[in-house]
């Protein structure tokens, strides 16, 4: 599976971005999908995932209520809708597929199997 990765950008505080995944290569049908992001000097965290067919989604308790992670199989996308951004959601966010069959999106960023480049989200104050 290859991902790519865009959307990201620069924003003041309480605006909205939307991140798009391009996933190419294997059935990125068979895949839990999922982002992290990372910022200097910390481990990549979980941020959100999604199942297969899209019935489950999983997020982070910080961006609870605030992003929305869904998928397009017909087009092999999967977005991260990001409303009321605040200035520690900049990162780099990455989008990544995790091929094993759960039912359940797993979280840990060591478990997905295939990685995007990442994009960059800036929200100033």
């Known amino acids: 599976v290859q991902l790519q990765a865009s959307g990201g950008g620069l924003v003041q505080a309480g605006a909205s971005l939307r991140l798009s995944c391009a996933a190419s290569g294997r059935t990125f049908n068979n895949c839990i999908a999922g982002w992290f992001r990372q910022t200097p000097g910390k481990e990549r965290e979980f941020v959100a995932a999604i199942s297969r067919i899209g019935g489950t989604t999983r997020y982070a308790d910080s961006v609870k209520g605030r992003f929305t992670i869904s998928r397009d199989n017909a087009k092999n996308t999967v977005y991260l809708q990001m409303n009321s951004l605040k200035p520690e959601d900049t990162a780099v966010y990455y989008c990544?597929?995790?091929?094993?069959?759960?039912?359940?999106?797993?979280?840990?960023?060591?478990?997905?199997?295939?990685w995007g480049q990442g994009t960059e989200v800036t929200v100033s104050s």
């Open positions: 990544a597929a995790d091929t094993l069959q759960s039912v359940v999106p797993r979280t840990g960023a060591a478990l997905y199997d295939y």
